[in-house]
């Protein structure tokens, strides 16, 4: 089976809130094997949902919708769904008794405009809604079925994975689940990732390899389909194996780790703490260290841009490295400075068993390469402290 989402809300097109039910409505629908191939937006208006449903339903078995299940008068879903299935609305007095068990619970009057989240398109089945008022809706015709479900997150996530999925996969005789596991690597790009794996992914068809390139690094998505999670995990492994040999040394984490925790962690295994100073990063490299937690992060110091102009960039950044390392009696120290003239900043690390110093070009100096500049940094400390 194949489905489609919905989103329905103009606060979505106007961005005043982010579409967070999207990514976890696909997620989940990916996790349970469902292909989901087109989400589309629409704003608060009744003919224009009506007409989304409707092109929705050509292409899909499934329709998912969030939104404009509440009580007020933008909300137009349940007369889109009418409208869509020419089935008229009508009253449902078992809706309306949770509805009011719910405000007597809350010891608080229910309003007339309530009632309205009680009506349903005739002979929809309805989805028990446990965290709010607004149940959800099924319903269809020969051409497919739409089911709504609430806007408000907390309510969609429960109804989603405790009654949509389980219904969907009765009803469809859904079998096998599909799971992925996301390399990350930083300080290349995605189309030397992409030279090095094209002929890989190329081959493959179950699992499947995706690259996916953000600012701070590249993400190597595999995703296998099988019976159980077991047997996808087996299946990634086998690549996960053939791609960590293409890229010796370069994949710095899986899934949800972070490149500041894995550096913190291989810190923790040596037992060495480290001070920075910044001029060029301001500050950036010891933010992400102190929001990840990190426990071998002894102290840092930014310096102004021009601090060290007119010196010997690469003997001062050594120098600077080896002062704040002394500053914070930690074992380890690392510098960046900046040659704001030749748009360059020079690096050093310091170790007990070594140093090691680089440098980098960069275009212009605004927060987008403070960032690249932080992340570029902690990615070859962590190459230095793996050689170890």
Excluded at 66 to 80: K, M, N, Q, V
Excluded at 304 to 328: C, I, P, T
Aim: hydrophobic share 40%; with cysteine; glycine share 10%.
């Amino acid at each position: 089976m194949n489905a489609e989402i919905v989103m329905i809300g103009t606060e979505l097109l106007l961005g005043h809130i982010v579409d967070s039910n999207a990514t976890h409505i696909g997620k989940v629908l990916a996790e349970n094997g469902i292909g989901l191939y087109q989400k589309t937006t629409v704003g608060d208006n009744r003919q224009r949902i009506t007409k989304v449903l409707e092109a929705a339903l050509g292409r899909a078995d499934v329709v998912l919708t969030s939104g404009g299940l509440g009580p007020t008068e933008d909300d137009l879903t349940r007369e889109a769904v009418s409208d869509v299935f020419g089935k008229p609305l009508e009253f449902r007095q078992e809706a309306w008794d949770q509805i009011a068990a719910i405000f007597a619970f809350l010891k608080r009057p229910a309003t007339e405009n309530n009632k309205k989240q009680a009506f349903a398109p005739q002979g929809a089945t309805l989805i028990s809604n446990p965290n709010g008022t607004a149940p959800g809706i099924i319903c269809g015709d020969e051409r497919g079925e739409v089911i709504c479900m609430p806007g408000v997150p907390r309510e969609l996530y429960a109804m989603l994975e405790d009654s949509v999925i389980p219904y969907l996969r009765r009803k469809y005789s859904m079998q096998g689940v599909i799971h992925h596991r996301v390399l990350k690597i930083c300080g290349v790009g995605e189309s030397w990732v992409d030279s090095k794996m094209g002929d890989l992914m190329a081959s493959l068809s179950n699992p499947q390899i995706g690259v996916l390139a953000s600012p701070e690094s590249v993400r190597i998505r595999i995703s296998a389909k099988a019976e159980t999670v077991e047997d996808c995990d087996r299946m990634i492994d086998e690549v996960d194996a053939q791609v960590r040999a293409r890229m010796p040394g370069l994949i710095f984490g899986t899934n949800d780790e972070t490149l500041e925790g894995v550096v913190d962690a291989l810190f923790k295994k040596r037992g060495w703490t480290v001070a920075i100073s910044e001029t060029f990063t301001g500050g950036h490299i010891a933010q992400r260290l102190i929001a990840a937690g990190a426990t071998c992060f002894a102290g840092g110091a930014v310096e102004k841009l021009d601090r060290y102009a007119g010196q010997d960039m690469k003997h001062a950044v050594v120098e600077a490295a080896s002062l704040v390392r002394a500053l914070y009696n930690a074992d380890c120290g690392l510098a960046l400075v900046t040659d704001p003239e030749a748009k360059t900043v020079y690096a050093a690390f310091i170790a007990p068993n070594g140093a090691s110093e680089w440098e980098s070009g960069y275009p212009r100096i605004d927060a987008a390469m403070q960032t690249r500049g932080a992340v570029l940094a902690l990615e070859r400390v962590r190459r230095c402290l793996s050689a170890v």
